[in-house]
């Protein structure tokens, strides 16, 4: 029996994610900027930035003025991160033009570090079990019909090693049992990962585990940093696991930008860079509705407006090339990085670059292959 | 029943892949400290440059002043690229340092890609193959026991698009036909990728297919660009569809650098790299025999040969800390690459960064990490 593919769902959190580890300094008309070239690309739902206090996250003092400037798109979700009641007031303001959370989903989370947690939000884990059965109940009262439970630092921390599988489970039971009791049934599953200490086996054994444990559970979602180059892995072994029946959401930040202060790692924590998991999504058969084209010049923006060298090797090489868009055959020698984005703007960038070919090259393979590409064209048109 | 795990053997390829596309400025000293600080890592085979003409690869011209003088560590191959005959003699003059060719080993190669063939080394596709009975019968003549058969440019072109599986298997069996008709086995398949076609699902498809259709080959080599972001994660799905009967080499380049000037992406092109690699078999349970630490330091140390940005993930934010290793709880905003090297360099990369904790984090947590840690120290003193 050949099993379907899950649908996946990104959410781009370059806006949020890859910001809060920039420079506080970049213009807020440089992120409206950038936010509108996200939104252009196809991409259904867009973290625009954090409601925080600036005196820790400086890089989102001015995030009122980018979600006020943006333009936003029809069908695409634009969501912030709120931490506490304040927050959630700034958010509401904003009602026009982000997407609120959904009133009749109920949501718990248990951080497996007890170090992290306190250093990134301070409170304990201990607080966070201890809350458990009292958020429960408010959610029941405010009449939730479904929750996701969520671990976040699930696979390790940078401050107490790597977690066991046993442990995981442990702590989503507790919240599973928890919102059972009241007959909430769990929909939703969310596992963290903000100091990138997910691996692929980690990830597979657990996938497993997680669906012979509740398999009503249909829809899930990792935000996977990747200071250790293995998260687009992980989110492919998880994506293996999955069936029709599931969906995905994979969070991702274009350039692969991201990274907390508070982790260790800072800008290089990273993530996996939107363009290269839209590539890898198209050459698996699986459609993201994203156009890619738009996405890599998002992802030449985001380079211009951070001010630095991104991480996305699909915005930098360019994707596999179809079609009309193959090689010039005598294409000259190409190098730098700023030679190999020809494939974007044109013949000029390799221009006056060593060429050793006495005759122009020529190939019975590539009249073939334009004589086809002729042909689908005309049987098309 | 459980599969067991392929033996993976790394041949490093930054001396060779990588210096090819750099600058042709770098100084033979600072090259023969970057292959010195490989050699010292536990890396059992390492491609040490190009016997190839300087007039269209500078970045080789004194190739042979690296070979004189660095210091070779016992145990570890010492291997060059070499294209012609001119390029054999040159190699035989090393042959105290070097490792020579195994000379009851045959091979023979195609490329999928008629137009890259031209570019890259003059020659088409058809005289390959017309070649091949000839190569084989020589090969006969000199006495080879077994033989590798290698098709190029497998997975598809920047010229000529994707190839299919059945091409790609056709001309592996012409190969596998032509020495098998002389009575010598075939042990060995090498596919090679140059121009980053290569996908997980592809991959998945051929292993499985080449495994059905010759079980009894046993040594599998890939050498994989990474332009698209894919060549990890191709790897590992190939390591996935092997067992213990098998070994599989992967070429790997320390920082991820790679790339050649007639593929058409120049820098972009990329290797997996090797530190990132050697991390990924960690978590896997697979020996490398590679010490990580000196392979980050060799990392951290072809940047500054290089004068730019690499990108292994590992090396820019280290590896996940375990044991003594685990961070300081009081560590301060970590926010920059630099201030990311404190695994390595120590606390004073991130003095005077902000910190935004009244009183020093404690935890239970850390406690019992540390009784732990304590506690095993004196059951192995």
């Known amino acids: 029996m050949t099993k379907g593919k899950p649908i996946i769902s990104i959410l781009e959190e370059g806006m949020r994610e890859g910001m809060q580890i920039e420079s506080a ?37 001015k995030v009122d003025e980018v979600i006020e400037g943006f333009t936003p798109v029809d069908g695409v979700e634009y969501t912030v991160v709120v931490l506490n009641q304040k927050g959630a007031e700034r958010r509401a303001g904003f009602g026009d033009k982000l997407t609120l959370p959904d009133p009749t989903l109920g949501r718990s ?91 692929p086996s980690a990830m597979r054994s657990m996938m ?37 029946r599931h969906t ?54 985001a380079e211009e407006v951070v001010g630095h060298e991104l991480w996305s090797k699909v915005t930098a090489a360019g994707p596999r090339p179809t079609g009309a868009d193959v090689y010039a055959m005598d294409m000259p020698f190409v190098e730098t990085f700023e030679e190999a984005q020809h494939f974007r703007r044109g013949p000029s960038v390799y221009e006056g670059a060593l060429s050793p070919w006495r005759e122009p090259v020529q190939s019975p393979g590539r009249d073939e292959y334009e004589a086809r590409l002729a042909a689908e064209k005309e049987s098309t048109s």
């Not at 884990?125 to 996701?148: C, F, P, R, S, Y």
């Open 25 to 61: 300094d970049i213009p807020v008309e440089a992120k409206i900027r950038l936010l509108d070239a996200l939104s252009a690309t196809g991409l259904k739902r867009i973290h625009v930035g954090a409601l925080v206090s600036p005196k820790w996250t400086p890089q989102m003092a």
């Open 109 to 199: 989370r248990i951080h497996l570090c007890d170090v992290f947690v306190r250093r990134n939000i301070n409170i304990t884990q201990q607080a966070e079990i201890d809350a458990l059965q009292n958020a429960v109940a408010t959610a029941q009262e405010k009449g939730v019909t479904h929750a996701e439970i969520s671990i976040n630092a699930a696979w390790g921390s940078n401050w107490l090693g790597e977690f066991s599988e046993d442990e995981r489970m442990r702590l989503l039971q507790m919240q599973h049992d928890a919102w059972t009791a009241v007959g909430i049934p769990v929909t939703r599953i969310h596992i963290g990962d903000p100091m990138s200490w997910n691996t």
């Open 208 to 244: 497993r585990r997680v669906l012979a444990t509740w398999p009503d559970v249909r829809d899930f979602h990792l935000h996977l940093h990747d200071a250790r180059g293995s998260a687009m892995l992980s989110a492919y072994v998880a994506m293996q696991e999955l069936d029709e």
């Open 248 to 301: 995905l959401q994979v969070d991702t930040a274009i350039g692969g930008m991201g990274g907390c202060p508070y982790c260790g790692n800072g800008r290089a924590t990273r993530m996996i860079p939107t363009e290269d998991f839209v590539h890898l999504l198209q050459s698996e058969g699986i459609e993201s509705g994203v156009d890619l084209r738009k996405l890599i010049e998002a992802g030449a923006l």
